[in-house]
């Protein structure tokens, strides 16, 4: 009986170091997750929250249609510009999401290079102009923001 009380014991003991060792394990998981999304939020408020807040929508602003012509566009371009430089870092630590950006950025840039100066005489041409600037603008902002939420890859 005192024999069946110490394997018994043992057994429980085993038990119970596996299972610390799995508490231990778990907890270094999750906190390595945490310290990531963290760098990673750190390093995008670095470099996003100055166009987020200022440069992308100053620039979005001088947009506009003097003479019905499309009018205002450089520095959304050069902004555009800066931000895929900017953005660089990411193309080494996550090339998805920079490719991503890039892509963004570079279709709203050769939409507004093509179209600057162009004539447009109907509201409803404005409008699609307009319409088609603040879509990709939005989709630029969904990206960074789902980066930031979601941290790592």
Known sequence: MVMA???????LSFASLLVSIGVVTYELHGTKKIN?????????????MKYLITEIPEARRLIDFPGNKLCGTQRLQDV???????SLF??????????KLKNLCQDLEDYIVKNDGKKY????????????IEEKLSDLYNLIENKYKNGTK
């Open 5 to 11: 009380l110490d394997i018994i014991a043992i057994i």
């Open 36 to 48: 990531d999304i963290n760098l990673v939020a750190n390093i995008m408020n670095q470099i996003y």
């Open 80 to 86: 555009l510009v800066h931000l895929k430089n900017d």
């Open 90 to 99: 990411f193309k080494y630590s996550d090339n998805k999401f920079f490719d």
């Open 121 to 132: 005489d109907s509201l409803e041409e404005k409008n699609a102009v307009f319409t088609y």
